[in-house]
């Protein structure tokens, strides 16, 4: 099992910038691929990044290829997503998710995911 809790949600003015964190616990954090997701009111959960095991390979959506960079530090057991010249389209709740040994934008190569924290962008 993987215990998976984000923080750094807010409320931000377009344009400015917010860092999520999720931390792990549980098994080996590093043979984990770790993504972020969002689902805003009214819609369906969407892809937003996703970051190897390494460290050395990111995957974006494009509608935030740019402006977000996903991170992690596996020493921390922790994965970042620095979010800049946020939108308010951005506003959702954000989740992330840990996959065993994947990394790509589908939701079912996901085992694991937290409880997600909100993110709120006002125009």
């Known amino acids: 099992q993987v215990q998976l809790v984000e923080s750094g949600g807010g409320l931000v003015q377009a344009g400015g910038s917010l860092r999520l964190a999720c931390a792990a616990s549980g098994r080996s954090f590093m043979n984990y691929g770790m993504g972020w997701f969002r689902q805003a009111p009214g819609k369906e959960r969407e892809f937003v990044a996703s970051?190897?095991?390494?460290?050395?390979?990111?995957y974006y959506a494009d509608s935030v290829k740019g402006r977000f960079i996903i991170s992690r530090d596996n020493a921390k057991n922790t994965v970042y997503l620095q979010m800049n010249s946020l939108k308010p389209e951005d506003t959702a709740v954000y989740y992330c998710?840990?996959?065993?040994?994947?990394?790509?934008?589908?939701?079912?190569?996901?085992?694991?995911w937290g409880q997600g924290t909100q993110v709120t962008v006002s125009s």
């Open positions: 998710a840990a996959g065993p040994g994947n990394w790509g934008n589908r939701q079912d190569m996901y085992h694991y």
């Open positions: 970051i190897r095991w390494s460290g050395d390979r990111t």
